[in-house]
């Protein structure tokens, strides 16, 4: 129970860092792709970026159409030199090269976002993971000097031990428990 205690609560600490959703499998375990997913989709990095995307996918659809408005310039500059029909071209043909560019510099903008928050998302979870061996290893060794303390006390009880090594036992079992509540304690 403490276990399932200790995920739930992890899950909600992580969750409440990425967004406002819990998410939980149905066995109440915390299941890493569903937060994933989660955190990608309430980032604000990553829908400030989309935003960009969405702008910038406009002004390539801008830029074209105004290239075949410059066409029709061309046309009209039919006797005028060669530099102004130059640089009526490098218009035309620049502004959506230079949005196209915007559009894929924004789209890689993008995918480093995802990678960042997955980075981080796996980051607690390893962290999280490290945290619930540790509480278990510490429970074990609790559970070992419980049990180490009370064949102590039946020992002593049936004359095969010391009250001293009752005491031993029992400072070691109250020691552990301290360490156990310590480490149990951030939770």
Do not use: H
């Amino acid at each position: 129970m403490k276990k399932i205690k200790m995920l739930v609560s992890a899950g909600l600490i992580i969750a409440a860092c990425l967004s406002s959703n819990t998410v939980f499998a149905a066995s109440n375990t915390l299941d890493i792709d569903s937060v994933l997913d989660t955190a990608v989709q309430s980032s604000v990095t990553i829908k400030s970026i989309d935003i960009s995307i969405q702008k910038s996918e406009n002004s390539y659809k801008k830029a074209v159409k105004d290239a075949s408005d410059y066409d029709e310039q061309l046309d009209n500059l039919k006797g005028s030199d060669d530099a102004s029909k130059l640089q009526l071209m490098q218009s035309r043909d620049d502004a959506p090269a230079i949005q196209k560019n915007a559009l894929y510099q924004y789209t890689n903008k993008k995918e480093v976002a995802k990678n960042g928050v997955n980075l981080s998302v796996y980051q607690q979870y390893i962290t999280l993971l490290n945290y619930k061996d540790t509480v278990d290893t510490e429970q074990k060794r609790l559970n070992n000097a419980e049990a180490d303390y009370k064949k102590a006390q039946l020992q002593l009880d049936m004359g095969m031990a010391s009250k001293g090594d009752v005491l031993t036992k029992q400072s070691a079992y109250l020691a552990q428990k301290a360490k156990f509540n310590s480490v149990k304690r951030p939770i």
